[in-house]
Structure formats: structure tokens, C-alpha cells
């Protein structure tokens, strides 16, 4: 900027520093803070299945190594905590670039039917050891074209049909829904009948790291990150995101996009 002489206008520059300069303080020391909450979060949710994984090696090195069988099954347990950590470290990257902005939507025009049709594909085996119907109704046989990041919706799917088979009950159903809504928009309904979460829980699970059940004793996976991510990919769409759900018998999550042509 060119130096000016001229007294009031001079001081009203350097205000306008001072105050540019607070504002960059300001943002700096949110970004800290975030990170250093971040950081103890990540290392809480690495530790157990570290501390797994240690466990069977040292265990197989102290002598188990030298029985065949029990090699082999510490082995595959080390396995699962190592295939563990790596799912948690990609949650990890992915909800940090999102919660940082970092990370960009690409639109692009494609069917949802299909979509829902190559999640339930994926997710079938899982579905299948506890005997949970994936349902999806025949009537949405044409295709039903979103303009949205298909990458990103695949993720959000997976996320909330991979839940509804978690915390599913044994021989439960899992139903995903389309309908129409006002100008231009579909909104998609992914349905269980199971466990239920009770209301005082139900406005933090979208929260990072929020797990209702947090003993850790039960066997179902995970890191609590899956919904928070949800959520993010759905906001950065400019979409909405929902949730009912009645304790022990089963939960509701929708979410809107846009129609395309
Ligand atoms: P994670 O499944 O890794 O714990 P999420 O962020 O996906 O993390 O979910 C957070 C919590 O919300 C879960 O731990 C669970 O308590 C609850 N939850 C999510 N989806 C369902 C569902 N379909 N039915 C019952 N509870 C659910």
C-alpha cells in the first residue's frame, strides 16, 4: 500500500493491522486448541488396540510361539488389532481434513439406486453372520439420478448401513427408502430394528469420538468417528442430516440431496 501523510488515514491503517493481526491470533489459538484435543483423542482410541497387538506378540515370543495352534490364532488376533488401527488411522485423516475444510466436494450426476445397490453388495457378509435382511424395495427398480460427490455418498451409505447391521438384532431387517421431497430433493432413509439409542444420547452421537456404549466390552468395532463424518460429508453437501430412533427397538438416520435430470 502506498504511505500516505495524511494523519487520520495513516492511524486508521494501523487499526486495521492491529485488529487484522488479533483476528489471526484468534483463529491461530482455535486451531490449537482443536489439535491439541484432537491429539488426545488419537492416542486414546490407538491405544487399546496397540496395547493388542503387543500383547499377543510379547505373548508368542514368551513361548506360545512353539504351539502350532495357539501361534496361529494369536497371530490372526494380532492381525485383526493391526487391520484395526489401520481403519481407525484412515477415519482419522479423513475427519481431520473434513473438520479443517481441507476437504473438496466434486459433484458429479449419478443413479443412487445403483449405489445403495454396490453398498448392500459390499456389506452383504456382514448383514448375512447375523442373519440381517438388507431390504431395499423393488419399486425403485429406474434409476434415480442425484448430482452430489458419489465417492463421498458411498462413504456416508456404507457408514449408516454398516451401523444398522452393528447395532442390529440377530434376524433384524435393515430397510433403505427413497422419497421425493419439495423442490428438487430426495431424501434417503436408512431404517433398523435394533437396539435403539436412548434420547439423552441421541443429540451427541454425531460428535467425534462419541460412543454410547463405552466399556469397550462388547465386541462391535469401532471408533465413534463413523457419524461424525457422516455428518460432515452431508453439511459440506449444503444437505441435512437426521435421526429418530425408540430405545430397543430401532433407529431411523435420513439424509437429503439433490435431484438431477
Ligand atoms: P462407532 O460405530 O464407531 O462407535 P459412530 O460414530 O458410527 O461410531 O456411531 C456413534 C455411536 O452411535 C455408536 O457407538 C452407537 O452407540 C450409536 N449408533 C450409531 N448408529 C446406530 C444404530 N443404527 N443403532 C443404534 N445405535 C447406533
Redesign the pocket.
Known sequence: QPITTDMATLTQQVKKFATDKKMEIESLKVKEEYRREFMGNVSHELKTPLFTVQGYLSTLLDGAMDDKKVRKKYLERAEKGVERLVYIVEDLDMISKLEMGDVGIHNTKFDIVELIQNVFDMLEMSADHKNIILMFDRKYSKAIYVNADKEKIQQVLT?LVM??I???KENGTTEVTIEDLVKNKIIVRIR?N????EQQ?LSR??ERF????KSGARS?????????I?KHIIEAHGEKIYVE?EFKK??E?SFTLEKDK
Open positions: 457408514n451401523n444398522s452393528k447395532y442390529g433398523d435394533g437396539e435403539g439409542i444420547n452421537i454425531f462419541y460412543r454410547v456404549d462391535v468395532g469401532g471408533s465413534g468417528l463413523g457419524l461424525s457422516v430412533s430401532g433407529s438416520f
